[in-house]
């Protein structure tokens, strides 16, 4: 499987995300999103319209939509921006890893259905994957090994590993990993301890959760 780039599908049609109850309320967004401050609102369509559906994490974001906008930017920074050197594709690759490394079901379902709608993943294919045993090649086969280790335990990453990553990867592309993988943690750190209910369109795909790599 090659790291191809294919650019994201906007839907012209928000479909439903369904009924679901998180801990705390959601803010009324309004049909339109006309409730969502007018600073924001052209992001957080942006986000519902590339992924079909309001999602229930913008929701509870949008209780503090100053921090949101942040947020917001921040994910597009670190996934999609045009100036990052490392493809939007092995991006998405090493999040399903590293958040299913860090128990976080809500963006597990994310990044499964994201692989599956962007690059037409089958079961096999994010098997394989989660399994850590059949990477692209030896530069995603050493991104996946540090990702790994420092979403388990960044204290453990090896001087070793640290060399091995900045001998195959430029100085922007060691950054952009690194970046990647704290940026997740803290966004899996949110949504699990918030429990954040998965939406409709993304229900079943928590069962890639326990795909574990093999020895």
């Known amino acids: 499987m090659t790291l191809t780039e294919k650019a994201p599908k906007i839907?012209?049609?928000?479909?439903?995300?369904?009924?679901?109850?998180?801990f705390?309320?959601?803010p009324d967004l309004g049909e339109d999103f006309e409730n969502v401050p007018i600073y924001l609102r052209?992001?957080?369509?942006y986000y519902s319209a590339r992924m079909g559906f309001k999602l229930n994490c913008n929701k509870l974001y949008l209780h503090v939509?100053?921090?949101?906008?942040?947020?917001?930017h921040l994910n597009n920074a670190v996934m999609r921006d045009e100036r990052n050197n490392l493809s939007e594709h092995l991006k998405y690759r090493i999040a399903l890893a590293v958040s299913r490394t860090n128990e976080?079901?809500?963006?597990?379902?994310?990044?499964?259905?994201?692989?599956?709608?962007?690059?037409?993943y089958q079961d096999a294919d994010l098997e394989n994957l989660l399994h850590l045993d059949q990477p692209t090649d030896e530069r995603e086969a050493l991104a996946m090994e540090f990702a790994t280790q420092a979403s388990l335990d960044s204290a453990g990453v090896s001087d070793e590993l640290r060399?091995?990553?900045a001998a195959h990867f430029t100085p922007q592309e060691v950054m952009?990993?690194?970046?990647?993988?704290?940026?997740?943690?803290m966004y899996n750190l949110m949504h699990a301890?918030?429990?954040?209910?998965?939406?409709?369109?993304?229900?079943?795909?928590e069962k890639w959760m326990d795909v574990q790599p093999k020895d």
């Open 11 to 22: 839907i012209d049609s928000v479909v439903e995300e369904g009924q679901s109850t998180a």
């Open 24 to 26: 705390i309320p959601y």
């Open 42 to 45: 052209p992001d957080v369509f």
């Open 65 to 72: 939509p100053w921090i949101a906008k942040h947020l917001i």
């Open 104 to 120: 976080c079901p809500y963006c597990v379902s994310h990044h499964a259905g994201t692989l599956r709608r962007r690059w037409e």
């Open 163 to 165: 060399a091995k990553l």
């Open 176 to 185: 952009e990993i690194v970046v990647l993988v704290g940026f997740w943690k």
């Open 193 to 205: 301890a918030m429990a954040v209910p998965i939406e409709e369109p993304m229900a079943g795909l």
